[in-house]
């Protein structure tokens, strides 16, 4: 159950105000929005009384420095998938910047629990394989709520497969402790929103799609998004 995909789209509020939109394009791209809306609802009930809780909880009662310690372990682990799409991208700039940061964070930084990289002016690169499909000029196609699993697009829900092989949780035999680190990750990502939702005004559905929407795009193309305005 990957919440952290449900929630992690509030984080895009800085990228809204960057990139202007039009709320009338947002809506075209939303031909299911009758189906979408009541899994959103859904999905928001059980953020509401589960999720939500758990990551205050979590938050209360973790020290600040051992809350940016999982957080910094967790992203490590997600550079592995950044550092695939950006050799599926041909980017050769950015997957030696990943690669350093893999290399430095993982050794110096003690298994990541230290951002060592960004430290040493090793930014971080955020890519996915939906990112990458885009990028070679695969369309987003219509908006997509998934159960469970939060906003998508017609493209970018089953890349979330591929890039299921560049993660840590598929090759760790335990049962037990794979879910305990799934489970550590999903609250640490929520943890991370809490401070972000007075952000969100209106209808929150809207809000949540639009902002995915013009996220997307603006990821896909690395920031260069033309003003319509």
């Known amino acids: 159950m990957r919440w952290s995909n449900l929630l992690a789209q509030l984080c895009v509020c800085s990228s809204v105000l960057l990139v202007p939109f039009v709320a009338q394009a947002a809506t075209e791209e939303d031909p299911w929005e009758s189906v979408n809306r009541p899994i959103y ?35 490590n682990i997600g550079d592995v998938r950044n550092l695939a799409n950006d050799l599926l991208q041909a980017k050769p700039a950015a997957a030696g910047v990943d690669t350093a940061r893999l290399i430095f964070n993982t050794t110096f930084g003690l298994l990541g629990f230290i951002d060592v990289g960004t430290h040493m002016g090793l930014q971080r690169n955020d890519e996915d394989f939906g990112q990458t499909l885009g990028y070679w000029g695969v369309p987003s196609g219509p908006y997509v709520m998934l159960p469970l699993l939060g906003p998508s697009t017609l493209r970018d829900a089953p890349a979330r497969y591929p890039d299921s092989y560049v993660g840590a949780y598929r090759y760790v035999d335990d049962v037990a402790v794979r879910n305990s680190f799934m489970a550590l990750d999903v609250i640490d990502a929520r943890a991370t929103l809490l401070s972000a ?7 929150k559905y809207v809000f949540i799609r639009n902002a995915y929407l013009q996220n997307r795009e603006f990821k896909v193309k690395d920031g260069q998004v033309e003003d319509d305005f």
């Open 41 to 75: 609802k859904f999905n928001d009930v059980l953020d509401t009384y589960a999720l939500k809780p758990l990551a205050q909880g979590y938050q209360y009662v973790a020290p600040q420095f051992v809350e940016d310690g999982i957080h910094n372990f967790f992203r």
């Open 197 to 203: 939702e007075k952000l969100i005004n209106g209808d």
